[in-house]
């Protein structure tokens, strides 16, 4: 499988601090993606890098990209209570049946104010 | 808002019924992919499409079946339902088949009681 698996599971930080994410996959990809859900509701996408980024910034996002040891990173700076949510990485590669975009099981983050 | 739509938002039926989802794409995307999310569970890839035809397959059961339509929407169905089948069913939607970000409906809401 070509998953990748999100650490740490949860995620507990008080509002101003920063969240850290990571992500691990197992095979060569094109890209890797960042995703939000917020309980119940349709992702929403934050972030692509490509397999040649290193790092990507969107506003408070900074993304990274280590194709050598087959992980990313998610860090969050300044968190505000609105960050609460789940956090999914996404890996868009080819595999058995196709060209598959692949989702992690999620970090949740729970940011208190 | 995305731009993808999904019907129903909630679908309560019993074990061994038949239902059909609805999804329609963001204006614009040739690409829609179904997922299974079970009670905080990550993202199950079902199957996507691209313009129509069948472009890749995770780990969809044979119960279930789904197509993309000519005017690009989608429809997943499942049938002989089980309890195990309860789920949030996500639709999404992208541009390019690979490569770019998915665009997600707000679920349909599967109950098999």
């Known amino acids: 499988s070509q998953q990748g698996e999100e650490d740490p599971q949860a995620l507990s930080i008080q509002e101003g601090e920063n969240a850290t994410m990571n992500c691990s996959y197992k095979?060569?990809?094109?890209?890797l993606q960042w995703y939000r859900q917020n309980s119940g509701r349709g992702l929403v996408h934050l972030i692509l890098?490509?397999?040649?980024?290193r790092e990507k910034h969107s506003g408070r996002l900074r993304v990274t990209l280590d194709t050598s040891k087959k992980s990313s990173s998610l860090l969050i700076t300044a968190s505000r209570a609105a960050d609460t949510a789940s956090y999914f990485c996404?890996?868009?590669?080819?595999?058995?049946?196709?060209?598959?975009?692949?989702f992690g099981a999620g970090t949740r983050l729970f940011v208190k104010a | 808002d995305s731009g993808v739509t999904q019907t129903p938002k909630h679908l309560i039926t019993a074990t061994g019924q038949r239902v059909t989802l609805r999804c329609s794409p963001r204006?614009?995307?040739?690409?829609v992919y179904w997922y299974q999310q079970s009670l905080d569970q990550g993202l199950q890839f079902l199957i996507q499409?691209?313009?129509?035809?069948?472009?890749a397959k995770g780990n969809i059961l044979e119960r279930f079946s789904a197509q993309q339509f000519p005017d690009l929407h989608s429809e997943l169905n499942l049938s002989s339902l089980e309890l195990g089948d309860s789920a949030l069913y996500f639709c999404?939607?992208?541009?390019?088949?690979?490569?770019?970000?998915?665009?997600f409906g707000n679920g349909t809401r599967l109950t098999v009681t």
């Open positions: 999404a939607s992208s541009i390019q088949g690979q490569n770019s970000p998915l665009h």
């Open positions: 095979t060569s990809i094109n890209n």
């Open positions: 890098i490509r397999s040649n980024e």
């Open positions: 996404a890996t868009d590669a080819a595999g058995t049946g196709g060209f598959k975009t692949i």
């Open positions: 204006s614009g995307d040739l690409s």
């Open positions: 499409y691209y313009n129509g035809e069948e472009r």
